[in-house]
C-alpha cells in the first residue's frame, strides 16, 4: 500500500512525499526515522488502479508518454536535476494516471531504486523497448538523451498511427453505415413487404421468396436476433483479438490479401528498423538489442527470424551481414544494406535511413490499400442492396399484372 504524506521539517518547511508501507504505523514510524511530524497522511492508487475504469483516453496513451519524455529531457537539458522535474510535473499535471505513476517515480527514487524500475512494474503501457532504452540511458549517464530519442520515436508512431487512422476512416464510416441502411432495411421494411407478397396468392421466384422470407423471419424476431448479432460480433472479437489461436487463424486469413499483408510488412520493417537504431544508439549490445527488438516488431514470422539472427548467428561467430542474409523474411536492400553498414561502423545511421523509407512505403500502400477498399465495398452493398430490391421489383410486376 502506498502513501502520500505532507510533513513538517524541524525548521517549519513543508514537504510532501509518498511511502510505500503495510500500515499507517510504518509510515509514521518512517516520518518520526526522519525527524518530520506528520501533518497529513492518505493511501495513493497505483497507475493501474488510478486508470482502472476510466474512459476516452484518460489511461496513459502514446501522446502522454510523448509530453513525458520531452519535458523530461528538456528539464534536463536546462540543468534542472530528475526529483526537480518530476515534482514539477507532479504539481501541474490533472491526468490521474500520469500523476499516479510519476509520484510512483518518485517515491521509487527517494529509496534509491533505478528510474526505469516503476515502468517494469506496468508493461500494459510500457513495452521492453521503452523500458531497456531507459535503462541503457541511466546505466550510461545519458538519460536526457534517451528521453529525447523516445519522444521523437514515440511521437513518429503516434504521427504514422494517426495518418493510418485518418485514412480509414472513410471506408469504416462506409462499411457501418451501410450495415446500418441494411439492418434497417431487412428488419422494418422488408418484413412488412415480404407480409404482403407471401399471403397474396402470388408465386414470387425462388430467390425472392428466399429473400423475403429472411425479412419475415428477422421481423417476428428482431429482438432474439440482435441478442444472436451482439453475441456473434462480441465472441467473434473475443475469439480473434483476445485469444492465441484466434490470433493465429486471423493472422493467417490477412495474410492471404496481398495488399493488406503488405502493409503489415512494412510496418513491421519500419518497427524493426526503429526499434533497432534507437537500442543501439542507446548503447546496448547488438544481442541484446536484437533480443528486444523481436518483441517490438509485431510479426511472429520476423521475431522469429530476429531470434534465430541473435542466437544461431551473431552468438556462434557470424557477422551481422552473414546473419541476416540466411533469412528469407528480409528484403535484399535490408540485408546489403545491414552488411555494408557494418563495414563502415555505422549501422545506427543506415537503421534509421530504412525506418524512415518503410514508413513512407506504409503510408503509401495504406493509400492503395484504401483505393482497393472503398469500391469493393461499394460493390458488395450494391449487389446486397440490389438483389433485395430486385426481389421485391419482380413481385410487383407479377402482382400488377394480375390486373
Do not use: C
Not at 500523476?99 to 517515480?105: C, G, N, Q, T, V
Not at 425472392?208 to 462480441?234: D, E, M, Q, R
Request: proline fraction near 4%.
Amino acid at each position: 500500500m502506498r502513501f502520500q504524506y505532507i510533513a513538517s521539517q524541524p525548521n517549519g518547511k513543508i514537504i510532501e512525499g509518498d511511502f510505500e508501507a503495510s500500515g499507517t504505523a510504518e509510515v509514521l514510524e518512517y516520518l518520526a526515522n526522519q525527524g518530520l511530524r506528520p501533518v497529513s497522511l492518505k493511501v495513493i492508487k497505483g497507475v493501474e488502479e488510478s486508470s482502472r475504469g476510466l474512459f476516452f483516453g484518460r489511461t496513459i496513451t502514446t501522446a502522454d508518454k510523448v509530453f513525458l519524455t520531452k519535458y523530461l529531457s528538456l528539464m534536463l537539458k536546462v540543468g534542472t536535476d530528475l526529483f526537480k522535474a518530476i515534482d514539477i510535473l507532479i504539481a501541474d499535471l490533472d491526468k490521474p494516471a500520469i500523476k499516479a505513476l510519476l509520484i510512483e517515480i518518485r517515491g521509487a527514487l527517494t529509496k534509491g531504486k533505478p528510474f526505469y524500475s516503476t515502468f517494469i512494474k506496468y508493461p500494459k503501457y510500457f513495452s521492453s523497448v521503452f523500458i531497456n532504452l531507459i535503462k541503457a540511458g541511466e546505466t550510461s549517464g545519458n538519460l536526457e538523451k534517451v528521453f529525447e530519442e523516445l519522444s521523437i520515436s514515440l511521437g513518429k508512431e503516434e504521427d504514422l498511427r494517426r495518418k493510418i487512422k485518418s485514412a480509414l476512416t472513410y471506408p469504416m464510416i462506409l462499411l457501418v453505415t451501410s450495415f446500418i441502411i441494411l439492418f434497417l432495411l431487412v428488419s422494418f421494411a422488408l418484413p412488412k413487404i415480404a407480409g404482403v407478397f407471401l399471403t397474396s396468392g402470388i408465386k414470387p421466384p425462388l430467390f425472392s421468396k428466399i429473400v423475403l422470407s429472411t425479412g419475415l423471419f428477422i421481423g417476428n424476431y428482431i429482438w432474439p436476433f440482435l441478442i444472436f448479432l451482439t453475441a456473434l460480433i462480441a465472441g467473434g472479437w473475443y475469439l480473434f483479438f483476445k485469444t492465441l489461436t484466434g490470433k493465429k487463424i486471423l493472422r493467417r486469413f490477412i495474410d492471404k490479401i496481398p495488399v493488406v499483408k503488405n502493409v503489415l510488412k512494412q510496418l513491421a520493417f519500419q518497427r524493426f528498423a526503429s526499434t533497432l537504431s534507437s537500442l543501439l544508439r542507446a548503447g546496448l549490445p547488438i544481442l541484446d538489442a536484437l533480443e528486444i527488438t523481436a518483441s517490438a516488431v509485431g510479426s511472429e514470422e520476423l521475431k522469429n527470424s530476429l531470434m534465430r539472427i541473435s542466437r544461431e548467428g551473431i552468438a556462434k561467430g557470424l557477422t551481422i551481414g552473414e546473419a541476416f542474409r540466411r533469412e528469407a523474411v528480409f528484403p535484399r536492400v535490408i540485408v546489403n544494406l545491414m552488411a555494408i553498414s557494418e563495414k563502415a561502423g555505422h549501422i545506427e545511421s543506415i537503421l534509421n535511413t530504412l525506418a524512415g523509407f518503410y514508413e513512407a512505403e506504409a503510408e503509401t500502400s495504406v493509400k492503395t490499400m484504401v483505393t482497393f477498399l472503398e469500391p469493393i465495398l461499394l460493390l458488395i452493398m450494391g449487389l446486397v442492396i440490389g438483389t433485395i430490391a430486385l426481389a421485391i421489383i419482380i413481385p410487383i410486376y407479377q402482382l400488377t399484372g394480375q390486373f
